[in-house]
């Protein structure tokens, strides 16, 4: 553990930087990615997830968000999003909660604080004049901006493959300075996030994966424990709260 880190120790505790993917809003009914019965066994990434897919069937992928967005607000925050929010207002250090999920539900649990690496599906994107206004309903190729004025230009604020992530450079120092980087419920598969644990654990941070089977980069944490996120975590903040 670092023992000299400002942040770290400015309320008492450690810095626990958190990262969390599709498996945690998996036990609230959203499908993950690449599991057996993931999105990306029913559509084909090229065609939905890419800027290249869009430009070649802009209603294809204005559809398959808007089921995304309508799935997001018939679901709710399971156990494990709201332990991590539950942590964020109770643990006597810096908790920072990075997601690489489109949906809301760690909002919607309570965490006062979430960093959307891959974008919101509730949030539209203005192609012409960058604005991103929240969304709550469909986006079709009529939609209009009400910034710019521009219609046909609205996309969903998501990052697609071959696109720049948010908050890359801010997401850096804080691995920099983790005393504790957590993994939840995501398969190691897509860089950069993928590569968190490694940066954290360069930096002296200790690391944790909770998630249901070993994922690519189980290798890389200190420990690994296997099972359902809306189990494990609520039991991890549990013992974190307890005993720091
Ligand atoms: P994946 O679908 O790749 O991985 C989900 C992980 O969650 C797997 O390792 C599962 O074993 C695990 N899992 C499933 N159910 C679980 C449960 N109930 N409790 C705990 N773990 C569970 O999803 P991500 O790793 O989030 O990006 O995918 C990363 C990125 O790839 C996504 O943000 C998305 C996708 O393509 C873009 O679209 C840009």
Same mark, same amino acid.
């Given at each position: 553990?670092?023992?000299?880190?400002?942040?770290?120790?400015?309320?008492?505790?450690?810095?626990? @930087?958190?990262?969390? =993917?599709?498996?945690?809003?998996?036990?609230?009914?959203?499908?993950?990615?690449?599991?057996?019965?993931?999105?990306?066994?029913?559509?084909?990434?090229?065609?939905?997830?890419?800027?290249? =897919?869009?430009?070649?069937?802009?209603?294809?992928? %204005?559809?398959?968000?808007?089921?995304?967005?309508?799935?997001?607000?018939?679901?709710?925050?399971?156990?494990?999003?709201?332990? %991590?929010?539950?942590?964020?207002?109770?643990?006597?250090?810096?908790?920072?909660?990075?997601?690489?999920?489109?949906?809301?539900?760690?909002?919607?649990?309570?965490?006062?604080?979430?960093?959307?690496?891959?974008?919101?599906?509730?949030?539209?994107?203005?192609?012409?004049?960058?604005?991103?206004?929240?969304?709550?309903?469909?986006?079709?190729?009529?939609?209009?901006?009400?910034?710019?004025?521009?219609?046909?230009?609205?996309?969903?604020?998501?990052?697609?493959?071959?696109?720049?992530?948010?908050?890359?450079?801010?997401?850096?120092?804080?691995?920099?300075?983790?005393?504790?980087?957590?993994?939840?419920?995501?398969? =190691?598969? @897509?860089?950069?996030?993928?590569?968190?644990?490694?940066?954290?654990?360069?930096?002296?941070?200790?690391?944790?994966? %909770?998630?249901?089977?070993?994922?690519?980069?189980?290798?890389?944490?200190?420990?690994?424990? %296997?099972?359902?996120? =809306?189990?494990? @975590?609520?039991?991890?903040?549990?013992?974190?709260?307890?005993?720091?």
């Amino acid at each position: 553990m670092r023992k000299e880190s400002g942040m770290g120790t400015q309320r008492g505790g450690r810095h626990i @930087v958190i990262l969390t =993917g599709a498996g945690v809003s998996a036990e609230s009914g959203l499908g993950t990615f690449r599991d057996e019965d993931g999105l990306w066994s029913e559509y084909d990434l090229e065609e939905v997830a890419t800027p290249e =897919g869009y430009a070649a069937n802009p209603a294809l992928v %204005l559809d398959f968000y808007n089921q995304r967005r309508a799935n997001c607000r018939e679901a709710a925050p399971n156990p494990a999003h709201f332990a %991590l929010a539950r942590l964020a207002k109770e643990y006597p250090g810096r908790v920072t909660l990075i997601t690489q999920n489109i949906d809301d539900l760690h909002e919607r649990a309570g965490s006062p604080e979430v960093l959307h690496m891959h974008g919101e599906i509730m949030r539209a994107r203005c192609a012409d004049c960058e604005a991103r206004p929240a969304w709550t309903g469909d986006i079709t190729l009529k939609s209009g901006c009400a910034q710019c004025e521009s219609v046909g230009r609205i996309r969903p604020d998501v990052v697609w493959f071959g696109e720049m992530p948010y908050f890359l450079d801010e997401i850096a120092e804080l691995l920099s300075e983790a005393d504790l980087f957590v993994a939840i419920g995501t398969s =190691g598969a @897509v860089y950069p996030a993928a590569g968190f644990v490694a940066e954290a654990s360069r930096h002296g941070a200790d690391t944790l994966e %909770l998630n249901l089977e070993r994922s690519e980069v189980s290798a890389y944490f200190e420990e690994t424990r %296997l099972g359902e996120a =809306g189990i494990l @975590v609520p039991a991890w903040v549990e013992s974190i709260l307890k005993y720091g």
